[in-house]
């Protein structure tokens, strides 16, 4: 097995359904960069390398799939909320039925279809 390839495929692999997965975990309430960080940093094999969500939430910004708000903390400094917007609600429709047809397909392949 070629060693090098396969940790970049993985790497690659992971970091699409990471976004997907932030994106659908934003969907439907605001989270915190720290929150999202958190949730992700107990999952196994999905998140990357430290800072990376930031990265993807950035990223997401600057495409217009989020806006965020500065809010109050009562546990520190403000906390930056991220929630989808218009654009993102649609990208994220795109993406999920994109996933799903995906899915759907590999199934198929593995099953001998």
Do not use: C
Request: glycine share 10%.
């Amino acid at each position: 097995m070629n060693a090098l390839f396969f940790r970049n495929w993985t790497r690659q692999v992971r970091r699409g359904l990471l976004e997907l997965a932030i994106l659908n975990d934003i969907a439907y309430r605001r989270m915190y960069g720290y929150e999202i960080e958190r949730k992700f940093a107990r999952s196994q094999g999905v998140l990357l390398s430290d800072g990376m969500i930031y990265l993807i939430l950035r990223r997401f910004r600057q495409h217009g799939l989020v806006k965020t708000t500065l809010t109050r903390s009562p546990d520190g400094p403000k906390r930056k909320y991220y929630q989808l917007t218009a654009g993102g609600h649609e990208t994220l429709a795109q993406m999920n039925a994109y996933w799903q047809a995906v899915d759907g397909q590999m199934d198929a392949v593995g099953k001998g279809r």
